[in-house]
């Protein structure tokens, strides 16, 4: 069993920042692909960023060159870093840990983006 933890969300302006953190426990991510989604009330779960065990990533075309997806294994940890922030990125956003056919969701963190 995979626990995760996300933190960082907040209430920012737009064109700010914030970073959002995804701690694993139970369970290296070391050869987990970790993700990143987003979800506005009423509407369906999205895909935001991926990053893989290799280190490769993916961008949701809304948010590239924007946001950046990252790992430190050691720390076990996986990170959104959010920049340029605009009122369409207000969502609740949450981790996902996937290996092999398993996955484990995080609870979400609020990110509010104000105009």
């Known amino acids: 069993q995979v626990q995760l933890v996300e933190s960082g969300g907040g209430l920012v302006q737009a064109g700010g920042s914030l970073r959002l953190s995804c701690a694993a426990s139970?369970?290296?991510?070391?050869?987990?692909?970790m993700a990143w989604y987003r979800q506005v009330q009423g509407k369906q779960r999205e895909s935001v960023a991926l990053?893989?065990?290799?280190?490769?990533?993916n961008y949701a075309d809304s948010v590239k060159g924007r946001f950046t997806i990252s790992r430190d294994n050691a720390k076990n940890t996986a990170y959104l870093q959010m920049n340029s922030l605009k009122p369409e990125d207000t969502a609740v956003y949450y981790c996902?840990?996937?290996?092999?056919?398993?996955?484990?969701w995080g609870q979400g963190t609020q990110v509010t983006v104000s105009s």
């Open positions: 990053i893989t065990s290799g280190g490769s990533t």
């Open positions: 996902k840990y996937n290996y092999v056919a398993r996955n484990y």
């Open positions: 139970g369970n290296r991510i070391t050869f987990a692909n």
